[in-house]
């Protein structure tokens, strides 16, 4: 059995609530308008008994009402009567053939067979011994028969109410969903061809409006672009350091080796192979850097997650790092300000990387005699981390481009043993653990990354 397009369900659930809707209202209204009317009527028939009574006339004993006493003004009928009930002038509706007793300034609602009637009665005093009455009938069933003509008059309307919602659901449906079929469209050109360059392009100012498909769009674009990116470092890591830069530095490494356990070299010739070798290394080291942040993009580089001292890892990570900048003799100090005993659910592998990564980078960015700052503190739910250097600093334009990879803000902060992707390994490994890096910086005074992780299982 074929499912209802999202279209059509859409028209049917929008169709139907304003119907409801409708219907609702309608019923409000009408119970609300019956109420209206005869409270209407009422109104209308005391206010006219009540005017009625300038209408009569005295002329010593003969009582002459003026002609306005006969008209029927708003469907009500004015009878005279004594205070026998006899009937002196007026007029009768046509069908109101009972004759109620007289009930001084009470508005009544009286049965005749299928006809219903408001009656009310006003005593007029013509003198100490004389009291006349003033009778008004109304129609109740006229009142209401006409209102139940509107009432059918809206039921006739009602259906073609129901098929205008269902036209104009259908229309607004379709428009809205415009979008979601351009979307649709584009990823199975996607597929179809694999070009990633392909975008939906709408006009993401829409989704600033709050239109959640146009954002949907814009998201879908976004996503597709960094595919790209993804892909293309992917094809170009394969393609120039897979293939052309890894055997070359192995075989280079390995001949350098050779070399220097050669004792027929000279010590000056042995110190130049220890320089080759050195930067051998260096470009050794650059290439497993690409390798792991290729396995990364393409989502192969597993977390092996455990329950570990984030505390004591902290400290020895500064403490290797001290004994490196020790031997150096560059003077510098690593000063820690950690927190104790804060346990969290990291790989400390990956951990322990990271804060080499961002202590090192302090280190070789720092004068002669600097100091680096290390802290660690937690909330229970979160962990945060810095390492503040009072070095060069980073400009404000280049510190949001910091993470790229290969990207080198300044000459002068490149160390010849930093290959720019320590900083693009920090923020993936901040990142797959569930948590965030960030950097802020004054030139020439201090810079300090930051970085915050969940202690638990994210």
Not at 71 to 82: G, I, K, N, Q
Not at 208 to 235: C, H, P
Not at 376 to 388: K, P, W
Not at 437 to 456: C, D, K, N, Q, Y
Request: aromatic share 8%; with cysteine.
């Amino acid at each position: 059995m074929k499912r209802m397009s999202l279209k059509f369900k859409l028209t049917l659930l929008y169709t139907f609530f304003m119907l409801l809707m409708t219907g609702a209202v309608f019923a409000v209204l009408f119970s609300l308008s019956t109420r209206e009317i005869l409270a209407s009527t009422q109104s209308q028939l005391e206010h006219r008994v009540q005017e009625s009574i300038e209408d009569i006339r005295v002329r010593g004993d003969e009582i002459r009402p003026d002609s306005d006493f006969y008209s029927v003004t708003r469907d009500v009928y004015l009878s005279l009567y004594d205070e026998n009930l006899y009937f002196l002038y007026g007029r009768l509706p046509h069908g109101f053939n009972i004759q109620p007793e007289i009930s001084d300034g009470e508005m009544r609602r009286i049965r005749q067979g299928e006809q219903e009637w408001y009656v009310y009665d006003l005593s007029f005093r013509l003198s100490d011994e004389r009291t006349l009455y003033i009778r008004g009938v109304t129609s109740v069933t006229d009142a209401e028969e006409s209102f139940n003509v509107t009432v059918r008059f809206a039921l006739i309307l009602f259906p073609l109410l129901a098929l205008a919602a269902g036209v104009i659901g259908y229309r607004f449906t379709r428009r809205t969903l415009l979008p979601v079929k351009r979307i649709t469209r584009t990823v199975q050109e996607i597929r179809a061809d694999a070009d990633l360059s392909r975008r939906i392009g709408l006009d993401p100012g829409r989704g600033k409006n709050g239109d959640e498909i146009y954002s949907l769009a814009g998201t879908f674009d976004e996503m597709l672009g960094e595919l790209e990116a993804v892909f293309q470092r992917e094809k170009q890591f394969t393609s120039d350091v897979s293939h052309e830069l890894r055997t070359p530095v192995s075989v280079i490494l390995a001949q350098c080796g050779a070399c220097l356990e050669d004792d027929t070299l000279s010590e000056r010739q042995k110190d130049q192979i220890r320089l080759i070798r050195s930067k051998a290394e260096n470009m050794s080291e650059m290439i497993s850097h690409l390798l792991f942040l290729s396995r990364a993009d393409q989502g192969r580089q597993p977390l092996h997650r455990e329950w570990v001292n984030v505390s004591e890892l902290t400290e020895m990570a500064a403490e290797e790092q001290q004994m490196l900048a020790d031997e150096s003799g560059s003077g510098i100090q690593i000063h820690c300000s950690i927190r104790e005993g804060i346990e969290a659910y990291v790989d400390e592998t990956f951990y322990i990387r990271m804060l080499i990564n961002l202590i090192s980078n302090a280190v070789a960015y720092s004068g002669t005699g600097s100091t680096v700052t290390v802290t660690l503190d937690s909330d229970g739910e979160m962990f945060t981390g810095t390492v503040e250097d009072n070095g060069t600093g980073i400009s404000e334009e280049d510190l949001p481009r910091i993470w790229e990879r290969f990207y080198r803000a300044d000459s002068s902060r490149s160390g010849e043993n930093h290959s720019g992707l320590g900083l693009s390994m920090v923020k993936w490994i901040a990142e797959a653990h569930g948590g965030s890096v960030s950097a802020r910086s004054i030139p020439g005074e201090r810079t300090v990354f930051s970085f915050v992780l969940p202690v638990g299982k994210n």
